[in-house]
């Protein structure tokens, strides 16, 4: 391994690491309810292809798929944070 490369390889996990730290400053806003809240809408939207409005429920079930991700994304951020805070 060249000198580069071998210093380079000992940045990556620093950095790494203060990247989901600053990211998850954004996640302050995280709250488990929202997460609940479009967990059942992608339930609403399966219930209503179940039902026989495909159409709408396809476009609820999505919708509700992304914001799951979203919400998800930011409540994991958090506890993430949380942890770091009670670590170090």
Do not use: H
Request: aromatic share 6%; glycine share 14%; proline share 2%.
């Amino acid at each position: 391994m060249t000198r580069t490369r071998q210093l380079r390889a000992l940045w990556v996990a620093p950095a790494f690491l203060a990247v989901v730290v600053l990211g998850c400053g954004a996640a302050g806003a995280a709250d488990k309810t929202k997460v609940d809240q479009a967990t059942k809408q992608v339930e609403q939207g399966a219930k209503q292809i179940g039902s026989g409005s495909v159409g709408p429920g396809v476009k609820q079930t999505a919708k509700g798929i992304g914001k799951t991700v979203v919400e998800g994304a930011k409540f994991s951020g958090e506890n993430i944070k949380e942890f770091f805070r009670k670590t170090f």
